[in-house]
């Protein structure tokens, strides 16, 4: 009793001594740093905006009130954390006990609800005065500063429980509360406003397990489950007495240590990343007194994602505020995913998201963990929307950016517009997303952009034709335009979607590039060939393919990328084309043998024949040549004997012998040369035909005509009617000296 009243007496005075004595601020409500929760458990993204970006962030004023004449709480801290020996201003020693019990009831486990003893409130002891230094601020900066005032104090209540265990007694009472040692999970926890001169009350609720948040408790009914921990709070004060006081609050979590302060509801702990709650500090505080500064009270495991990979299936979940799903550098493409929101129990609203789908287009949209794509079919990911709805949209912006096949990493885009490519038939191989404050600047990453934009699109790639005076519907992905079998000449053409178009009279020149949607229009209405060609970034990636159908040729070859498809110079109608848009390096949608008909002899007739067998041949270089002398020398012609020999330069009857020969499907010596000859000459080759002689075993010396092709500074013999007639031999690209024959000029002189 005596070491009682010593000390209230020591306590009266050092009250009078600090009245009078100014107060300085405290140190605990100076800027504090708490251990942060580790990057692999909260993936910030990079160049996120600081804490006041986080799901904690609240517009409050931080400054310490330094009136002395502030009202605040009476009871400073539970007497357990008092208790041993202090040291006073002045260096007395003053021995602080506690003659409360442990106070442990029995739970029979039936009900999470409690009741208070009287006899156990009675137990409770409280401490009305803390050893403090010379500026009257306390040594512990844990607890609130002596209040000068003590007009309308409030005071908490409180008790735990342990996972596993029982619920303790209530054991403490004060302002400021430090609820679990930190050594074990705590499973519930209780609170009631003990004393407050102003009506109200206290709420809370807890987030347990995989429970998720459980309902709103108030009083001493207390919140947990039994079997499981707490990995976050929310609580605040009730009634009149929030009005004229804050409920501020901390969390220690396993293994990571205290976590900043929060107040009124606000977010404390930790969800989705396994942590308990092992400690738990409370403190109530009229609005106008001194307050810890706002920490980060607050994390959660940000988005979680899966992919289902090309020959991997589905990959890990992946947690954070910036979360990469896929892969790179592999070559596997990317087939489905799932994105789900954040475990933030303070938002509402969900994370949707939408694939777009090799053969199948944009799915509907899907939201919070469903499939988007497909699995078990093989398709390709190719493009994808983002966006966030409800608090989560007023809250953050969310980032996103796609790792394309043969592109790389695009831009990054935001809140639903769309990344990736579409009717580019490329593969999604990697997919990062990312939460930032609303109104942030896109991520920083440490892999930049490969290109800036963050959609490249030829899906609208289309166009259409006039032919007859009436234009026909637009087309896209292959399909005809204009009209075969009809003898009608297409006029004009329009292109759009990142396609631009010209168009070659036949009575005149090329008209200018026409794009989105603008007309090419060939003079006289008489086109006879055209390009295409993309235009913007989709350019570097793809190829625009296309194809003719000229009359009396039928459909040329494909060409690509501003090539000419049609006739060049020949007047024939273009009356039909074909455009295919396929990615840079793709091989071509058909056959590329003689996408332009073009002149060779001058004779528009003989020039037509040449074409028609181009399309047969192609016109790269001797091989070519080689297919045509096959074709010449097949079963299709025959020999037949004409004993008319030419004369005067072979340029001038040659073209008539030729067309003969077409017309005929045969000839003589002379005639197969003619067409040969110029048919060489349409590849590219030097070529004339000769007229000479052969030795024959019947009649010595006889007339013949044979082609000659200087190439590289030699001469080769292309000999198409010795080959039709003597097939066991080669007569294709010989030297004089090593033919199977021996070759005369018309003197009767051996040529070697």
């Not at 092992?278 to 001194?290: E, G, H, S, Y």
């Not at 592999?330 to 938002?347: A, F, I, V, Y």
Request: glycine residues 12%.
């Amino acid at each position: 009793m005596l070491k009682t009243q010593t000390r209230r007496v020591l306590a009266f005075a050092l009250s009078l001594l600090l009245a009078c004595a100014p107060l300085a601020e405290p140190a605990w409500a100076q800027a504090q740093e708490y251990p942060d929760l580790p990057t692999e458990d909260v993936a910030d993204v990079e160049g996120r905006a600081a804490d006041d970006s986080s799901p904690q962030a609240q517009d409050v004023d931080a400054t310490p009130v330094e009136d002395e004449e502030q009202v605040g709480p009476i009871e400073l801290a539970p007497v357990e954390d008092l208790v041993g020996e202090e040291e006073t201003t002045d260096g007395q020693v003053l021995e602080v006990t506690s003659d409360a019990g442990d106070g442990m009831v029995a739970d029979d486990g039936a009900s999470d609800a409690l009741t208070l003893d009287e006899s156990e409130e009675a137990a409770a002891d409280t401490i009305e005065v803390l050893s403090t230094d010379a500026a009257g601020v306390p040594e512990d900066g844990a607890v609130h500063p002596v209040a000068q005032a003590q007009d309308n104090p409030a005071e908490l209540r409180s008790r735990v429980r342990l996972v596993g265990g029982t619920w303790q007694a209530w054991g403490q009472k004060g302002a400021t509360l430090t609820l679990g040692d930190g050594s074990a999970a705590l499973s519930g926890v209780a609170l009631r406003l003990a004393s407050s001169k102003t009506a109200g009350g206290i709420r809370y609720r807890v987030h347990v397990g995989n429970k998720g948040w459980l309902d709103w408790k108030s009083g001493p009914s207390g919140a947990g489950s039994a079997a499981q921990d707490i990995q976050a709070v929310r609580m605040e004060l009730t009634g009149e007495v929030a009005q004229t006081h804050d409920l501020w609050y901390r969390v220690k979590t396993s293994g990571k240590g205290w976590m900043g302060w929060t107040k009124n509801g606000l977010l404390a702990g930790t969800e989705g990343l396994g942590r308990a709650l092992t400690a738990l500090q409370v403190r109530v505080l009229t609005k106008d007194a001194t307050h810890p500064a706002m920490g980060k009270a607050y994390a959660d495991a940000g988005l979680t994602g899966r992919a289902h990979v090309q020959s991997v299936g589905w990959r890990a979940a992946k947690h954070g505020y910036s979360v990469t799903l896929g892969t790179t550098g592999r070559g596997l493409r990317l087939e489905s995913l799932t994105l789900d929101r954040p475990t933030n129990g303070d938002l509402t609203g969900s994370i949707v998201y939408q694939a777009h789908v090799q053969g199948i287009g944009w799915q509907k949209s899907v939201k919070n963990g469903k499939v988007a794509g497909t699995v078990g079919r093989g398709l390709r990911v190719e493009a994808l929307r983002v966006k966030l709805t409800g608090g989560l949209a007023k809250r953050y912006d969310v980032w996103y950016r796609l790792h394309v096949q043969r592109v790389g990493w695009m831009g990054w885009t935001k809140n639903g517009e769309s990344a990736g490519t579409e009717g580019m038939s490329l593969g999604v191989e990697a997919v990062q997303v990312a939460l930032v404050a609303k109104g942030s600047e896109q991520p920083a990453s440490k892999v930049k952009s490969d290109v800036s934009t963050a959609f490249l699109s030829v899906g609208g790639a289309r166009y259409r034709s006039q032919v007859g005076g009436s234009w026909q519907g637009w087309r896209s992905g292959g399909a005809t335009s204009g009209s075969t079998g009809r003898s009608l000449r297409v006029q004009a053409v329009r292109a759009d979607g990142g396609l631009a178009c010209r168009i070659k009279s036949a009575d005149g020149g090329w008209s200018g590039w026409a794009k989105a949607g603008a007309t090419a229009r060939a003079a006289n209405d008489k086109a006879e060939a055209l390009k295409f060609k993309l235009v913007g970034t989709a350019s570097s990636y793809m190829d625009v393919w296309y194809r003719a159908h000229v009359s009396g040729l039928g459909w040329l070859g494909w060409t690509k990328n501003g090539a000419t498809a049609g006739s060049d110079g020949l007047g024939l109608r273009l009356e039909a084309f074909q455009v295919k848009i396929l990615p840079k390096g793709s091989a071509a949608p058909g056959s590329t043998t003689l996408s332009r008909a073009f002149v060779v002899s001058g004779d528009s007739a003989l020039d037509a024949i040449l074409n028609t067998i181009y399309l047969r041949t192609g016109t790269s270089g001797v091989s070519s040549l080689r297919r045509a002398h096959d074709y010449l020398a097949g079963p299709t012609f025959r020999y037949i004997r004409q004993n008319v020999w030419p004369a005067g330069d072979w340029r001038v009857w040659s073209k008539e012998y030729a067309k003969e020969f077409w017309n005929n499907k045969g000839g003589n010596c002379y005639r197969y040369a003619s067409i040969a000859c110029w048919l060489a000459i349409g590849m590219g080759f030097d070529a004339n035909v000769y007229c000479g002689q052969l030795n024959t075993t019947s009649a010595g010396l006889s007339p013949h005509g044979w082609v000659e092709v200087h190439y590289g500074g030699t001469t080769y013999v292309v000999d198409p009617e010795l080959q039709q007639n003597l097939p066991i031999r080669d007569f294709f690209w010989n030297l004089y000296s090593t033919a199977p024959v021996i070759y005369y000029t018309p003197q009767g002189q051996e040529l070697v």
